[in-house]
């Protein structure tokens, strides 16, 4: 039987769409139809990289005859609206994280998505299919080193005002939603509950540090968790660092313990490291920082598509990571534990 090929549109043609271009013109069964952006320029090096048809109006592409799949890699604020009126349309979408800026334009999404017709909602958070992140929840899950006690993690980047300036949503509440917690840390955020389970309620703090005056988002965050089960999480992001530092997970267990350091699985052993996954080797497109788990993500998206199977990181499984965005800065401006709001 011959394979059904998809018919992709990919609105926002940024840094990041750069990742998803990559990916799928590696792959046989997609085709990238449209690209959409409302800059001239980014617009034409993507209609000149892919072959497909430009657009500036993204209400025009998700209303194109023939499109199966919208890829939405636009500024935060858009990642609602373009995906509620593209399901409604019957189009299968994947969105970039985070899947949206407040907890109820994610709901939004997830009744979007879940209404008859609609098509299947993807939200990407690629470090779940990094090869050690894997083993971890492996060993986790295996009791091998007995029961789960909790985490800690560390996301210490360096972001200037130019990245913020030169963007033009970057830094500003109304469409970025929030600073180094919703855009560098949601990845790693996510893995708190992806390994550790849910997360009941948070006490934290965030501020402006070197940006402070030049952008309405944090770019410090301080913040203790507690899981359902009593277990708790240590939390802590910076865009303030002299570099990017590898993203650092501790994983406690009652018989042991195991460090995620960037794309890397170390078991703790007498206060040495022992690697025990170096985590996947695939090309990198971009940023190191943006992981490698983007083309294993698609094609386990299209994947799902073609055999008729649901994605499993639908919108219900990205949103324990917004709410722990949204739960840290509300606690830090009320100045109490606060519980985690729910999908």
């Not at 799928?24 to 892919?50: F, H, P, Y």
Request: with cysteine; aromatic share 6%.
């Amino acid at each position: 039987m011959e394979q059904k090929k998809f018919r992709a549109a990919i609105i926002g043609c940024g840094g990041i769409s750069q990742v998803h271009i990559a990916a799928l013109q590696g792959m046989k069964n997609v085709e990238i139809a449209a690209v959409c952006d409302i800059r001239e320029e980014r617009l034409k090096k993507a209609v000149e990289k892919t072959g497909a048809k430009g657009f500036a109006d993204w209400h025009e592409v998700v209303a194109l005859d023939g499109i199966d799949v919208v890829h939405v890699c636009l500024p935060h604020y858009l990642h609602a609206p373009v995906t509620i009126e593209a399901l409604g349309l019957g189009r299968n979408v994947i969105t970039e994280k985070p899947m949206a800026t407040t907890a109820d334009d994610a709901r939004a999404m997830i009744a979007a998505s879940e209404k008859s017709g609609a098509g299947m909602l993807g939200v990407i958070f690629q470090n779940r299919y990094i090869s050690s992140v894997q083993h971890a929840k492996k060993i986790i899950e295996s009791g091998e080193l007995g029961a789960f006690r909790g985490m800690s993690v560390s996301v210490c980047w360096r972001r200037e005002g130019a990245y913020y300036s030169e963007s033009g949503w970057r830094g500003v509440k109304a469409t970025e939603g929030a600073g180094s917690l919703i855009n560098q840390s949601i990845h790693t955020l996510d893995l708190l509950s992806y390994l550790g389970g849910p997360i009941e309620k948070v006490r934290g703090s965030v501020f402006t540090g070197l940006q402070e005056g030049k952008i309405e988002v944090e770019d410090n965050a301080m913040a203790v968790a507690l899981y359902e089960g009593g277990q708790r999480a240590l939390i802590h992001t910076s865009n303030n660092n002299v570099d990017d530092d590898p993203v650092e997970l501790n994983i406690h267990l009652e018989k042991g313990a195991l460090k995620l350091f960037g794309p890397k699985l170390y078991a703790v052993e007498n206060e040495e490291l022992r690697l025990i996954d170096a985590g996947d080797n695939k090309t990198v497109v971009g940023k190191s920082v943006w992981g490698i788990g983007h083309s294993a993500q698609l094609e386990d998206y299209y994947a799902c598509l073609a055999e008729g199977r649901h994605f499993w990181i639908d919108g219900r499984s990205a949103f324990p990571a917004l709410s722990l965005v949204l739960g840290i800065i509300r606690s830090s401006e009320e100045g109490k534990w606060v519980e985690l709001e729910k999908a």
